[in-house]
């Protein structure tokens, strides 16, 4: 019965979640938040969004790391967060562009 | 230890080395946290100092090594609540493992890792959680240390833009070496990540064949909307020896992700947990022998430079006894290179 209703839950979360968030998020990032956005009016860059998609689900931005840091870490979050091969590129060059 | 020194020169060294050889280059850093907790629970009082360094060498384009280990103290009076306070200290390799990105689908894993049974243990390291204590339910599919010995694949079995598919499967063997236990099991676990929602929802199983095979399974999810900074996370998990959830929500008080003020860096988190003793308890599922509910409401306060300061409150009920449980918590992140130049 517990699995049950944990299971509705979840389906109902997801459906009322793919229902909000189902349009691409178009948003323009504070300029503090942006490395690379240059004003309001551009789209966020991809590396960027894919940070906050993925990385941003558990931790801020680094505060400051060389670009061989970089790809340590992102190497690193690329195994343990499971990342996909095309998004470790994007936050690469978003991050030690 | 003498080993273990030698072997971190020999790993950061051959890292600088291919970075001479490489187009990308390498440098090994040097990760992890310190942190200071205090505990009461039912009127005991202990104190832990904990130190948890990551080491992380990528090895030319496809190979990583990566390696945490755990080194804390435990301060506690000597009857409990009465007594002059003692301490002992402890470590535990959490994972040493080798790491093979064959393509953008399977990641090969040898050595020892964390057992990725469903998220808690693999992805909320102590300066990612937002509670100090870890959930009843922990020890279901993580017995008997958190960490597997043997191999794993992993990787993300099929990306798209809108929804990406991740899988592991891996094996364990027994292990009864100080500070490096293992059981016997096999297990995997699935999940799918809607990165524009920022949900994620999975399930694990394992098969756990040491003291009498069992069926052990798992479901999880976590839900992060883009545009509020709410942190919704539950992992519900069933063995012989019982079965439970948790269900934990944190918010930081801003409108937006984005917004950094003082009172955006203080986050508000509650979580509620059940526990139900199974038919089949034992004393090495480490799982409470009653049923167990239990709520805890914390605040966390991220302060600039990487530290972050928690505090927590929890209300635990059950057959053998309510309890209060306090917690605080002062962690500090930290990250450099492990080898000289690696911060240009």
Redesign the interface.
Known sequence: M??LC??LL?IS??GY??K???T??T?T??P??SKTTANKNTAPDPGEQ?F???C?????P??S?????V???V??M??????????EQLILKYLAP | MNRLFLLFFLIAGMTSRL?AQSD??????L?GAVAFQGTTNGGATSFTPIIVPVF???LGDHW?I?SRAEVQGFIARENGTTGPYSGHFFANLDYLQV?Y?AN?HL?V?VGRFLTPFNIYN???PLW?ANLVDTPIIYPIGTRTSGSSNGGMF???AV?RPTW?L?YTAYASTLTTTENLQAGRAAGGRV?L???????E?GASYQRFLQNGDSNITG?Y???????IPL?VRAE?A?SPGG?G?WLEGAYHLAA?????TWLSRLQVVGRIQQFFKGQQPTPADALPAVDVNQFDFGLNY?LP??VRLNGSYGRQFSSAGNANIWNFEIVYRF???AWP????
């Open positions: 517990r699995t944990l299971t979840l979360l997801l979640s793919l909000v968030f189902a691409p998020q948003a990032p504070t503090k938040a894919k906050k998609e993925n941003g689900r558990c931790h801020n680094p505060d790391l060389s670009p061989r840091e790809k340590a870490v190497r690193h690329r195994v343990r967060a499971m990342l996909s091969a095309e998004d | 970075h990308a280059p390498n440098v090994p850093i990760s992380v060498a990528p990583l990566e790491d990105i953008p990641t894993t693999e992805r909320f990612i992993r990787g993300v990306a990406n991740t999940g990540f809607l990165p524009q929602a920022g949900l929802v479901t999810f976590a839900w992060q909307p883009p545009r942190d519900y069933h079965q959830y937006t992700r984005d917004e950094d991220y430079h990487n990250l450099f290179p130049g690696g911060h240009q």
